[in-house]
């Protein structure tokens, strides 16, 4: 074969193979499909002026990094859907009612439902129940040697939700 012929394959094949070995890496970085997005995080609870549900329309804001996520009330209740991004986990999300601060803050987390109770713009959370729990036992046992005994037992028990 020609010397010439045999350099000019030589680097046609090398280029190919340059061209095949960097392409199949482009490929391989568009097959992987993005990843899905977060779940929002859902606030809901009943805002409370003097003891009583909110009328209707009062406005409870919700502010995740400087964006603010809106609802009106009905009957008291509210409820707020907070999208964020993984960066936004365990962010404090704040709250105001009709513009009055709230006290209270929750942390962002995604796909999470949260209660949360908003009386006169004053937040209280409350996502679990807490209980108390009290035992009190007594024993006492007698036996003598004519063969008699006497048992006594007295036990108490309270317990709070």
Avoid: H, R
Wanted: aromatic share 6%; charged share 15%; with cysteine.
């Amino acid at each position: 074969m020609n010397k010439k012929l045999k350099n000019g394959l030589l680097g046609t094949s090398l280029i190919l193979l340059f061209f095949l070995a960097f392409s199949q890496g482009c490929i391989a970085a568009a097959d992987v499909p993005p990843s899905p997005p977060m779940l929002p995080m859902t606030v809901t609870g009943i805002t409370l002026i003097d003891g009583k549900p909110a009328p209707d329309g009062n406005v409870v804001a919700a502010y995740l990094n400087g964006t603010e996520f809106l609802a009106n009330t009905s009957s008291g209740n509210y409820s707020l859907f907070i999208p964020g991004t993984a960066e936004d986990e365990g962010k404090m999300i704040t709250f105001k009612v009709d513009g009055k601060d709230a006290t209270s803050s929750v942390a962002w987390e995604s796909g999470v439902i949260v209660t949360l109770e908003l009386p006169d713009g004053k937040a209280v959370y409350s996502e679990t129940a807490k209980s108390n729990s009290n035992s009190n036992s007594d024993s006492n046992s007698n036996s003598n040697s004519n063969g008699n005994s006497n048992s006594n037992s007295n036990s108490n028990s309270n317990s709070n939700s």
